[in-house]
């Protein structure tokens, strides 16, 4: 059994191949000896169809005290194309644990772009998951049961159990890219005849599906294997939002870490689109706007989008609804909210507006300016003026932006966010879609970009466009301080729309 870690890559977007390394998890005050490999699998990554890269789990045993530990490591590696680049999504997670699947430390690093990674360690504490962040910060515990299963014994509960057709039964496991605890529902089928190796071959193995309880309301993927005689895991799948079907088969080293077809691969950037009949003149310029919205399947659809000053959600009807759009081009001539709360002031992991660099920035950018609203304009100015547009950033954080002034939109919001709070203005980052004419024809893609608060209203800011105001183009999902997070959790919300979204444009002025 095998928890595929696995985000879309709009929400991931890992972008740089490094060595993989072990987890430095370990027992409470232990010295371990020296380890032994005890499992070393390799499997091949297919997506839609081509040959995209692997996952590498390897297993170590150690002793300690005359008791066994074993130490699990999960390297995911991607290559996909996005906007025609090629990008290396790259991931890695692990455990500690004893023979029963206790387990006893954690570990994740995700890679944010070439020169910038986000690795946390977790140690189990009653229950309570004492968390670091690259080796030295603690982090707010993350709350922990004792009943979590490790990744190790995961892979052995299909053999322990024997299953065979017809078998439920559920366990609890931990996801390091999130740092929460969640349930799975674990439902053995029948046994099928199954293409492996992308058609090259066929197998008559069994099926057994994995689906995983929701992280903070969203739904992730389940996880569909094929087991042979041994219960073993030959061949597995996944829907992953924003990325497609992808497909992983037991194989040699040599077998997946072999070349793969980059031309081949499906652009992630044109699968993602959601089309449109309908072409907008001048998009950025509009100043009011009214869609129907259809969330395929959803039963909350009215929930999906976020509503405030410039944007409202009306006749809602099962899985589609009304969006109103009104374009903001400045404060409101009467005042809002009195006050503002503190996150939206606050320097956190991915807003760092302490650092500084981006306070030298954001001083470089305002000048003299002492109106708020001024402030929030020069600094979309200067970051649109002096960055330059790159795709092999994947959500880096505000400090690492403004050493590098590259990337794609989630790095301009977040330095124009964390510069505006270097300079007394609170901000934060709004996701959701923006229309595009593209050389197959117009379509909203997914979009990041910046709201500032001023005079007690949410006014809407866009580096990446740079004009000084957002028009009835951008259709809002969802905002988020990224206060107190270490994770991509912010960015959840999509998950209930990547692949779903169908979008008619019914007026635009």
């Known amino acids: 059994m095998r928890r595929l870690a696995v985000l879309p890559a709009i929400l991931i977007a890992m972008a740089c191949l490094a060595p993989a390394q072990s987890t430095n998890a370990q027992p409470n005050n232990a010295q371990i000896s020296e380890k032994k490999v005890v499992q070393d699998i390799w499997d091949v990554a297919y997506l839609e169809g081509a040959k995209a890269g692997y996952v590498h789990t390897y297993v170590t045993e150690s002793l300690h005290g005359g008791k066994k530990f074993y130490q699990t490591v999960m390297v995911l590696f991607l290559t996909v194309k996005r906007n025609d680049q090629v990008i290396q999504l790259r991931m890695e997670t692990g455990m500690l644990e004893n023979p029963q699947g206790k387990v006893f430390g954690t570990y994740m690093r995700h890679y944010l772009g070439p020169e910038k990674k986000l690795e946390i360690v977790g140690k189990v504490v009653g229950k309570e998951l004492q968390l670091t962040l690259d080796g030295d910060k603690a982090l707010k515990p993350a709350p922990w049961d004792d009943r979590v299963v490790g990744m190790y014994r995961q892979q052995r509960l299909f053999a322990e159990r024997k299953v065979k057709t017809g078998d439920t039964f559920d366990y609890l496991s931990f996801e390091p890219t999130v740092n929460l605890v969640i349930g799975n529902e674990v439902e053995v089928k029948r046994v099928e005849e199954v293409e492996m190796f992308g058609g090259k071959s066929r197998r008559k193995l069994l099926r057994v599906e994995t689906k995983p309880g929701k992280i903070e309301g969203q739904q992730f993927p389940t996880m569909i294997s094929w087991l ?270 990547l692949g779903r979204l169908s979008i008619d444009v019914v007026r635009v002025e």
């Open 228 to 497: 042979d005689r041994d219960f073993q895991a030959v061949r597995s799948q996944m829907e992953a939002p924003g990325l497609g079907k992808i497909l992983l088969y037991r194989t040699t080293k040599e077998a997946a870490l072999g070349p793969a077809a980059v031309a081949q691969l499906p652009d992630i950037a044109v699968k993602q689109l959601v089309r449109v009949k309908r072409k907008i003149a001048r998009p950025y310029a509009s100043r009011s706007a009214i869609y129907r919205v259809t969330v395929k399947g959803e039963e909350e659809a009215g929930r999906t989008f976020a509503q405030d000053s410039r944007q409202r959600i009306k006749n809602v009807q099962g899985a589609s609804f009304d969006l109103y759009i009104d374009s903001q081009r400045g404060p409101a001539n009467e005042d809002g909210e009195a006050k503002v709360a503190p996150k939206f002031m606050q320097s956190s992991y991915f807003i760092n507006c302490d650092d500084a660099r981006v306070k030298q920035l954001a001083r470089k950018a305002v000048g003299a300016e002492k109106d708020a609203w001024k402030k929030a304009l020069r600094i979309e100015k200067w970051v649109h003026d002096h960055m330059t547009t790159r795709q092999d950033e994947a959500l880096a954080t505000a400090d690492h932006v403004a050493r590098t002034l590259s990337g794609d939109c989630t790095e301009y919001s977040m330095l124009t966010a964390a510069m505006c709070r270097a300079e007394g203005v609170p901000a934060r980052t709004a996701i959701g879609l923006i229309y595009a004419d593209t050389e197959s024809g117009p379509a909203f893609a997914f979009h990041m970009w910046t709201e500032v608060w001023i005079l007690g209203r949410w006014i809407p800011i866009d580096a990446t466009l740079g004009q000084g105001y957002v028009g009835a183009t951008h259709l809002k999902i969802t905002d988020h301080s990224w206060n107190d997070t270490r994770t991509l959790n912010p960015l959840l919300p999509l998950l209930r729309v």
